[in-house]
């Protein structure tokens, strides 16, 4: 696949080649695994799931995981032009030839990519059409806890954690081949293994009715818990992309919550609640930044606001950060969860937008959803808020929810309206803002038998809030798009009749249906009318007394415990946060004597909260803070560093080349001088910027340190800290002065990789004329004649090529399009450019 990168649109999203990526000697390794997201490059590179399972699997030795992402449509039409597979990043070995392929799920809308992403891997969609010779498709995330409709196409399920569960399935495969078993030998060894599910061990009887059980002993598959999150590995070395939607140093800090939202899955399939100690994430904190080089950290777990530690751990984190010039990033947090010592150091050092998720607008409605939050306390932490600086708010909030009405739409309008009034005069730029997502029911939650409004209903209320939000200012609405909650409501409590949906709707081209631009609802509707099935039946209401698709996966949560806080709902008690209230005997866990449901792990493991405080630490009193930064603007030296940018790195854009500079000089501890302003930039210059796809031997980048370094120890502390294809090669000290000798000529080679006597011929008639008129496109004027021929000062032949020197004193272009416009009809795979020498006056 690497072969094609030169024509390939974006191609640093297949390189493999970033800083922190692992790579083994294949004579060392016994099982590969592609760690698969069905999305693109830079939505799965901000995946933290799959960086903790590249932690636990490459730490073995003897196995490796590679990743590989669903590459954009322009892309796959290349690849199937050249009849060339989808291939893992690191090594460029096709996906088929690999032993595992682990996809994540995160949510029920990326099940065509899973399809997409096989058939440019050459592998057949469903289990029972692959044999000995294909690898193993398996799924893991959030959607396993029902991913009935996509299970016809994997051969396991990892539900659950996965840190212990991915090397154990390796481990069975190791084994397996050694003992060279067939492949259903090895699923029956793989269902031992606690949290795997083998959807090939039930049998559908139809619709309505239960999963029939094949093997004795496997009528239901129980998740997998790791029960202490201290005891496994936590990727500090994460690999730095070259492009992600988050690309910042993220720490989960505790998995699980037990707040009890009763809208919410993963509040309930993720229990019980575990927390890192304070010393683990210092040690994580610490090394991560001095391994990766960002310049933010974000804390990260599904209710930040209730680790009993984080007082303390922002204050550590905050002194820390604050003295290295690291930004410290908050999820959005439950009201009241932030006190204000820790909302006065955030706003020291960055008061972007807050936000908050009070979900809905009533007390009512908060009463039924078990959200804990009231309208003053909202209120209150606002005004904390606007105290410090903040300009703006938004809230989140969900339409839909279980015996909701006009009214309770109606409370989400004045809501917004009081958070605005509660704003004082001094804030200047203020601005409320709503974003309202339609109710999805989800399997393993109080709501799952809840029906979901309708599509037209979805847009009836959307458009009843848009109306109501006009007639006032300083408050806007946004919303989720009611097609891609209608989608997500048929597959998130769907059986394996979909399987057929999802194959038929691939086929008429339904790719990406979480983009925005990307949803088409039609595919979906022509394969559910060709498949015989009816979309209202699965949003519709569920009886509390029927088999539900999901009945066959534990969660370790009872269905009684579902049913009572489904009936506390319908009667609006609320129902206390069991970390530090009374225990509701939920299943899970093994707290205060109860026996958890989780029986295959309860033997090993100590399955109930693991928290840093028994209480939480927002009332204590924290040590005073000061604030010693730097200054960051001091000049203590100028240098232009000369490198090599060959091999991968060739195809990396300006942009992401000074994001990657930055960092590694992070890494290499060369503390970089910035600009002043309430946005410093540090003060970094690169020459004219090499075309993407062409290399050099001789680039160069001009940086302002703060402290001084003698020229070989730039190059010294540098070079170790560099991806793959950047060298640096020396560093020469420049003035202090902003302006520099820029090159007036360049020298690059030009290798002819086929049609060399075609090509050499074009070039000659190049030469022999005065002008060659080409159309380049202006920032004014648009498309404009402008004559190319001046800019080639001398041309001399080499083996099977020219060195090329260009003149740019009077204009400048790119080398690369003046060579494709000299070789009409050249493809970038016909030839290589390199720049090879810079010239100056």
């Known amino acids: 696949m690497k072969e094609l990168l030169p024509i390939l649109p974006r191609p640093s999203r297949y390189l493999g080649s970033e800083w922190g990526a692992t790579f083994k000697d294949l004579d060392t390794v016994t099982v590969r695994c592609a760690l698969a997201f069905p999305d693109m490059y830079e939505v799965g590179m901000s995946y933290l799931g799959q960086k903790i399972l ?36 690191e090594s460029d070995t096709p996906l088929i030839e690999m032993d595992v392929i682990g996809i994540s799920l995160t949510h029920e809308l990326c099940y065509t990519n899973i399809l997409y992403l096989l058939d440019l891997a050459g592998i057949p969609f469903r289990t029972e059409e692959r044999n000995a010779s294909h690898p193993l498709i398996i799924a893991g995330g959030g959607a396993t806890f029902n ?256 015996t909701e009405t006009d009214e309770d739409l109606d409370a989400i309008v004045d809501l917004c309206l009081k958070v605005r009034d509660s704003a004082g005069r001094h804030i200047k730029r203020l601005q409320v803002s709503a974003a309202v997502s339609p109710f999805v029911p989800k399997p393993q939650t109080p709501f799952q038998w809840e029906p979901q409004i309708s599509y037209d209903e979805i847009y009836r209320r959307i458009g009843y809030l848009r ?55 039609e595919p979906y509707k022509e394969a559910m009318d060709e498949a015989g099935l009816d979309w209202d039946e699965y949003t519709g209401p569920r009886d509390p007394e029927d088999p539900l698709p999901w009945d066959h996966i534990s969660s370790g949560i009872t269905k009684d415990f579902l049913l009572k806080e489904r009936n506390r709902a319908l009667s609006e008690k609320i129902t206390e946060d069991c970390r530090y209230g009374a225990c509701r005997n939920c299943g899970v866990c093994e707290f205060d004597g109860h026996t958890s449901t989780l029986t295959e792990q309860i033997s090993d493991k100590d399955i109930q909260h693991k928290l840093v405080f028994k209480k939480r630490d927002q009332e204590n009193e924290q040590p005073p803070y000061t604030i010693e930064k730097p200054d960051l603007t001091v000049k203590g030296s100028h240098y232009r560093l000369w490198y090599e940018k060959n ?12 994001a990657v500079f930055e960092r590694a000089f ?34 160069w980048i001009n940086v302002f340190f703060r402290e001084d370094f003698e020229p070989n120890e730039v190059v010294e502390r540098l070079s170790p800290n560099m991806p793959l294809g950047l060298k640096p090669l020396k560093a020469q000290r420049l003035s202090m002065g902003k302006k520099q000798p820029q090159s007036v000529e360049e020298v690059f080679e030009l290798h002819f990789v086929k049609d060399a006597a075609r090509r050499l011929t074009q070039w000659k008639a190049f030469m022999d004329n005065d002008e060659f008129i080409i159309e380049k496109r202006t920032k004014k004027k648009g498309m404009k004649p402008f004559n190319i021929r001046p800019i080639i000062k001398e041309m001399t ?45």
């Open 797 to 841: 032949e080499t083996d099977n090529g020219l060195t090329l020197v260009m003149d740019w004193r009077e204009s400048y272009m790119s080398p690369l399009t003046l060579c494709l416009s000299v070789m009409q009809n050249a493809s970038q795979l016909d030839f290589t450019l390199t720049k090879t020498e810079q010239r100056f006056d």
């Open 467 to 521: 109306d109501q939000f006009r007639r006032h200012k300083r408050i806007n609405i946004k919303y989720h798009e009611p097609e891609m909650t209608s989608l997500e409501g048929v597959f998130s409590r769907g059986d394996r009749r979909l399987a057929e949906v999802i194959e038929r709707a691939y086929a008429k081209g339904a790719l990406f249906s979480s983009w925005k631009d990307h949803l088409r609802l």
């Open 54 to 89: 590249s932690q636990a699997i490459n730490a073995h030795p003897q196995f490796w995981a590679e990743r590989v992402y669903t590459p954009c449509q322009e892309t796959a039409a290349i690849l199937r032009e050249h009849k060339v597979l989808l291939a893992t990043m």
């Open 647 to 658: 091999g991968p790195a060739a195809y990396l854009s300006q942009l992401e080349l000074q």
């Open 147 to 402: 991913a009935e409709p996509v299970s016809p196409f994997f051969d396991a399920m990892v539900i659950g954690d996965g840190e212990e569960a991915m090397p154990a399935i390796l481990s069975c495969i190791e084994q397996a081949k050694q003992d060279d078993i067939s492949r259903a030998q090895l699923l029956e060894r793989l269902s031992d293994i606690p949290g795997i599910y083998i959807p090939s061990f039930f049998e559908d009887q139809g619709p309505g009715q239960p999963l029939k059980p094949l093997k004795e002993g496997y009528e239901s598959v129980e998740k997998a818990v790791v029960d202490d999150l201290n005891s496994t590995p936590f990727p500090t070395g994460q690999t730095i992309p070259f492009d992600a939607i988050h690309d910042r140093l993220t720490m989960e800090i505790a998995r699980g919550c037990t707040r009890g939202c009763r809208f919410c899955q993963a509040g309930m399939i993720y229990r019980p609640v575990r927390e890192r100690s304070l010393e683990e994430l210092d040690r994580i904190l610490s090394d991560g930044l001095a391994e990766t080089g960002y310049e933010e950290t974000s804390m990260l777990s599904l209710s930040t606001g209730d680790f009993s530690g984080l007082d303390t751990l922002f204050t550590r984190s905050f002194d820390k950060c604050a003295s290295e010039q690291i930004s410290i990033s908050l999820p959005s947090l439950r009201v009241g969860s932030l006190s204000a010592p820790i909302m006065e150091r955030i706003s020291s050092i960055r008061r972007t937008g807050a936000t908050l998720a009070p979900e809905a607008g009533s007390q009512r409605m908060r009463d039924v959803i078990n959200k804990g939050v009231d309208e003053q306390g909202l209120i209150d932490h606002v005004k904390l808020l606007f105290d410090n600086g903040w300009q703006g708010v938004k809230l989140y909030f969900m339409i839909g929810l279980p």
């Open 666 to 699: 992070r890494r290499a501890k060369l503390p970089m001088a910035f600009s002043a302003g309430f946005h410093p930039m540090p003060r970094l210059s690169f020459g004219k910027a090499l075309p993407v796809g062409v290399s050099s031997m001789a680039e």
